[in-house]
């Protein structure tokens, strides 16, 4: 218990807390993870909708150990390597809200293939679908670093936390489209503006991220 003190002690709360509504608020926009589990749970069921849900989940996995090992040791050699990919994170962030600001405010669903898959198969298709993802890569590497919350713990250590919280809020917010798959449709088609509502609420956060990268220090 005292050890657990310690440890608490040594953390940022707030911007773990900031990190944590980000990733939720980023679930909960459409895009095509949250599509793609939305349409497989009405073409083949919860159950095969929840097995995609862990496949995309544990594919960031693999993004998290890349990014880990990896700039842990750019931070630990060089200060203005840091500053750099930080400003790369930026201005990713930024050029996602301004992809986001183009994009069309509709969702669309595609319901026309309804073909019955096993839930092992979706599961190994979301797995492949988010490591053969190069843009799930540069996404953590643009976001993650500025969120480094503790001065004693290791770099690689606080990636892992921060990867393993991603995933939490992926789970979350994935897992509950999985399970109301047909409420949601219902409502996305009774409601058109929800789609415009959740694409301005995703360029704030970017933009709002991409301030909070840029302004961060080390």
């Not at 198969?121 to 053969?132: A, P, S, Y």
Request: proline share 3%; aromatic share 14%.
């Amino acid at each position: 218990m005292y050890g657990l003190l310690i440890f608490l002690e040594t953390i940022n709360t707030p911007i773990l807390i900031g990190f944590l509504v980000s990733s939720l608020v980023l679930a909960i926009s459409p895009g095509p993870d949250n599509i793609f589990v939305l349409t497989q749970s009405i073409s083949n069921g919860t159950k095969s909708g929840l097995a995609t849900v862990l496949g995309l989940v544990s594919g960031c996995l693999v993004h998290t150990t890349l990014l880990a090992f990896g700039v842990s040791e750019i931070i630990k050699q060089s200060d203005t390597l840091f500053f750099v990919i930080k400003l790369f994170g930026a201005i990713y962030l930024l050029y996602l809200a301004y992809q986001v600001y183009r994009s069309d405010d509709s969702i669309l669903l595609d319901d026309k293939n309804k073909t019955v898959k096993s839930p092992r198969k979706l599961f190994w298709t979301g797995f492949t679908m988010n490591v053969l993802n190069p843009k799930v890569t540069i996404f953590f590497l643009a976001f993650f670093p500025g969120f480094l919350f503790s001065d004693s713990l290791s770099t690689v250590v606080q990636f892992y936390i921060l990867g393993l919280l991603f995933m939490l809020s992926a789970l979350i917010v994935f897992g509950t489209i999985a399970v109301l798959a047909g409420k949601i449709t219902k409502y996305l088609s009774r409601h058109q503006k929800t789609g415009f509502y959740l694409k301005w609420v995703q360029i704030v956060v970017f933009v709002g991220i991409a301030v909070y990268l840029f302004l961060s220090d080390k």
